[in-house]
């Protein structure tokens, strides 16, 4: 690691200096991208939103199963904390790290009423200050996109593999823009390394990662979810935008977007395999139709807001899974994953 940080220093100084000036210029906008001027409530708001895209649904298939509570979760790019307030919410302890001391001091003070949060001022090339084997989770989110360096973040990806557990999972995004502007401009500390999807899963392979989830492949948003180790052989849950969902979803769904969600109609079936005593449904409901009653498995749910909403309940022992939504909407919402665990 010595030798590989050596190589890298001056680059490292560089990438630290600009975004400790990002931060006392406007951290907040350079990290949640607005050409309006900052908004706190918009900003913490955005940081919700993206976790309860994100990470909550999949919460059961990140951590095998254990409650968040008594799990750890590592943030790579934590900058203030938008996004690790939530974490911290959920989960036994958070390991956040920046490589800018500007944005950390910041955090300390956003994130200071968390105990469970430890933040760290990293070298922007590994996760040294993370013991290995004691995470379960890791997570990146807007932060490779701005690494120019390959040989950095194919670190980091080997990185998350050493401080995870055996089994543990690694949900990031890198920039998958393949277009010719894209590949071809000039690397700096705002436009970083693109992947194309061989790129990401060779990276990944070399690693010892498993793919579970792709999503946004070709888009700037290209989303990873992988498993330290093999994959499982059966699967207790269906992600909406994978190939293989298609011979679970039985009925009232349409086709995949992105590879991300699904649209589902009033009322849809799915056929789950495996074992496990609670079920669980993530979706995704728009603006302009987003009040009704969702019945998942007979256990009858109030939606009274836009945006992401989680679902569980007790799961029952039969294979195919109904649900429901009264009144039927004028727009499908958005179906992310349903399983059980």
Not at 70 to 79: L, P, Q, R, S
Not at 98 to 106: K, N, T
Not at 320 to 339: D, H, K, Q, S, T
């Given at each position: 690691m010595a030798v590989f940080y050596a190589e890298f220093v001056d680059w490292l100084e560089r990438m630290?200096?600009?975004?400790?000036?990002?931060?006392?210029?406007?951290a907040e906008r350079f990290i949640y991208t607005r050409d309006r001027p900052a908004d706190v409530a918009d900003f913490d708001a955005s940081g919700e939103a993206n976790y309860k895209q994100l990470v909550l649904p999949y919460l059961p298939i990140l951590l095998n199963g254990a409650p968040p509570s008594?799990?750890?979760?590592?943030?790579?790019?934590?900058?203030v904390g938008r996004m690790t307030q939530w974490f911290a919410r959920d989960f036994g302890r958070v390991e956040a790290l920046?490589?800018?001391?500007?944005?950390?001091?910041?955090?300390?003070?956003?994130?200071?009423?968390f105990p469970n949060v430890r933040l760290h001022v990293s070298n922007g090339a590994d996760l040294a200050p993370v013991a290995d084997g004691s995470a379960d989770l890791v997570f990146s989110y807007i932060v490779?996109?701005?690494?120019?360096?390959?040989?950095?973040?194919?670190?980091?990806?080997?990185?998350?593999?050493?401080?995870?557990?055996?089994g543990g999972a690694f949900k990031f995004q890198l920039n998958g823009d393949q277009s010719p502007e894209a590949r071809t401009r000039q690397r700096d500390t705002w436009y970083g390394e693109t992947f194309s999807p061989d790129e990401a899963l060779t990276m990944l392979d070399?690693?010892?990662?498993?793919?579970?989830?792709?999503e946004g492949a070709g888009?700037?948003?290209?989303?990873?979810?992988?498993?330290?180790?093999?994959?499982?052989?059966?699967?207790?849950?269906?992600?909406?935008?994978e190939p293989w969902a298609e011979a679970h979803l039985l009925e009232g769904f349409g086709p995949p977007v992105d590879g991300s969600w699904r649209p589902m109609y009033g009322r849809a079936r799915v056929r789950l395999e495996g074992a496990g005593t609670r079920l669980y449904l993530g979706l995704y409901f728009w603006p302009e139709s987003c009040v009704h009653r969702l019945t998942l498995a007979g256990r009858v749910f109030e939606v009274r807001s836009p945006g992401d909403h989680y679902f569980e309940?007790?799961?029952?022992?039969?294979?195919?899974?109904?649900?429901?939504?009264?009144?039927?909407?004028?727009?499908?919402?958005?179906?992310?994953?349903?399983?059980?665990y």
């Open positions: 630290r200096e600009d975004w400790d000036r990002r931060a006392r210029q406007d008594a799990c750890t979760v590592v943030e790579i790019g934590c900058g920046d490589v800018s001391p500007e944005m950390i001091a910041l955090a300390r003070e956003r994130l200071a009423s490779f996109q701005h690494i120019p360096s390959r040989e950095v973040i194919e670190n980091y990806v080997r990185e998350a593999a050493w401080v995870l557990k055996p070399d690693a010892g990662f498993s793919l579970l989830a792709s888009t700037q948003y290209y989303v990873l979810t992988v498993r330290k180790g093999p994959a499982a052989l059966q699967r207790s849950y269906v992600l909406a935008g309940c007790a799961a029952s022992g039969e294979t195919e899974v109904e649900i429901a939504i009264e009144p039927p909407p004028a727009r499908p919402p958005a179906f992310r994953v349903i399983g059980r």
